[in-house]
């Protein structure tokens, strides 16, 4: 038998939380399958300064542990459970899991993320958090006055190397072809700052440390001659691009050719509706946990007011409320 709900919210990261607070708060007793990563790419960083209400900063895995309670104090119910499948042309909408269990929902919020595309070697992943980041302006501010490296050649590595020589005094790009694949804009503006140097031809090879829990360097190979070479650092970004976490969705959802979820403008709805979208799944461009949480809220709030409408049988969702005496904060 399905497990029913009226909201189902697939993936806990800051987006998914936050819908389900909402959600829950306003009765609607949502679920939340966590996914392989429950917390998403925050439990994989360190110190995290940059979200708001923290003056001393807190560490990722902890914020989204509070998160999580926050959420399941108000009533929202979360399963260790990963979506791999849906059916958006029935309703209620059913979606299965990799336990094999079916679960149906009036309506849903898809908040799975994006992964960032990393180098695949191990000790990138021993180091991850720990002078490797896949996020510069989420850690940039930690290498002020210090040596960084950024691996990758496309808009992406330009727009993270420009931001980071705000911070450090030295960027270096390491690339894997003798010339940039950026647009030429963003090539033209990295080539003119004079704290960025390149380093062409090469890959990392391993990412070394000092004391086994800072980077202090990396060892390059150079793709055409094989000669082997180390170069200290103090940080080491990746700047390869996302993949936002929705192969499971193709054919059920629109999405542009990567794979990012297409919402209307200014909402968290999708084309199918009482289908929503909120956090990375859904944003290339600003991928922090403010706009995720921010977006998880919309997620929320559009759904109630779908929901009311089908309760009405109108099909369409209502005006917007007018402020009310209490603020739902």
Known sequence: MAIARNVLILGAGPAGYTAALYAARANLEPLVLAGAQPGGQLTITTEVENY????????????????????????????????????????PFQVTDDDGKTYEARAVIVA???????????????????????????????????????VGGG?????????????????????????????????????????????????????LGADGKKVSGVRLRNLKTSEV???????????????????????????????????????????????????????????QAVTAAGTGCMAAIDAERWLEAQAHGDGHAPAAREPQATKRA
């Open 155 to 207: 808009d992406t590595a330009m727009e993270e190397s420009n931001f980071l020589t705000k911070f450090a005094t030295e960027v270096i790009v390491v690339h894997r072809r003798g010339e940039l694949r950026a647009s030429k804009i963003m090539q033209d503006r990295a080539r003119a700052n004079p704290k960025i140097k390149f380093i062409w031809d090469s890959e990392v090879a391993e990412v």
């Open 112 to 150: 799975t993320g994006a992964t960032a595309k990393l180098l695949g070697i191990p000790s990138e992943s021993k180091y991850m958090g720990f002078g490797v980041s896949a996020c510069a302006t989420c850690d940039g501010f930690f290498y002020r006055g210090k040596r960084v490296m950024v």
């Open 229 to 287: 070479s180390e170069h200290p650092t103090d940080g080491l970004f990746i700047a390869i691009g996302h993949q936002p976490n929705t192969d499971f969705l193709r054919g059920h959802l629109p999405m542009n050719e990567v794979g990012y979820l297409l919402v209307e403008p200014g909402t968290a709805r999708t084309a199918i509706p009482g289908v929503f979208a909120a956090g990375d799944v859904s944003d290339p461009v600003y991928r």
């Open 52 to 91: 708001p209400g923290f003056r001393d900063g807190i560490q990722g895995p902890e914020l989204m542990e509070i998160m999580r309670d926050q959420a399941v104090r108000f009533g929202t119910e979360v399963v260790a459970a990963s979506a791999t499948g849906v059916d958006f042309s029935r309703r």
